[in-house]
């Protein structure tokens, strides 16, 4: 499974993703700090972040799940930083290498990511994203 910024409560995310992690062969959430369309709807739901948000604490992290920090590589047209998978031909590369063999860590498939260890877990982000 594949999730780019999904706008969904964290909690359900998880409860969704260690849900499919069973009969899945892996799962991959994309997740971005610029991204303004879940910033706006962080504040709608009372400033809860959002699964594909990456707040100052970091990125959601579940064990089994692989989360790479775009922020550093989302960008889109207008700004709002939501469509940047479809638009950023780093992010479709990254994407498409990932449908076609599986290979997992992420780093596996684009060396250039940065692995950032935390008491929760790792993930990987990116260069020049905010730290």
């Known amino acids: ?18 849900a499919i992690q069973g009969f899945a062969k892996g799962v991959t959430l994309y997740a ?8 706006v709807s962080r504040r709608f739901h009372g400033g809860v972040p959002r699964a594909g948000d990456v707040p100052e604490q970091g990125p959601l992290l579940i064990p089994g799940m692989d989360t790479i ?5 989302s960008t889109d047209g207008l700004g709002i930083n939501h469509s940047g ?4 031909n780093a992010l479709l590369n ?6 076609q ?10 060396p250039i990511l940065e692995s ?10 990116y260069p020049g994203a905010p730290k």
């Open 101 to 110: 063999t599986g290979e997992r860590p992420p780093n596996l498939r684009v």
């Open 1 to 18: 499974m594949i999730s780019a910024a999904p706008d969904v409560d964290r909690d359900n995310f998880e409860n969704i993703a260690r």
């Open 94 to 99: 990254d994407i498409g290498l990932l449908i």
């Open 85 to 88: 998978y479809a638009e950023n």
């Open 69 to 73: 920090d775009v922020s550093a590589a």
């Open 116 to 125: 950032v260890k935390t008491a929760k877990g790792e993930y990987w982000r």
């Open 32 to 39: 971005a700090s610029n991204d303004r369309a879940l910033l």
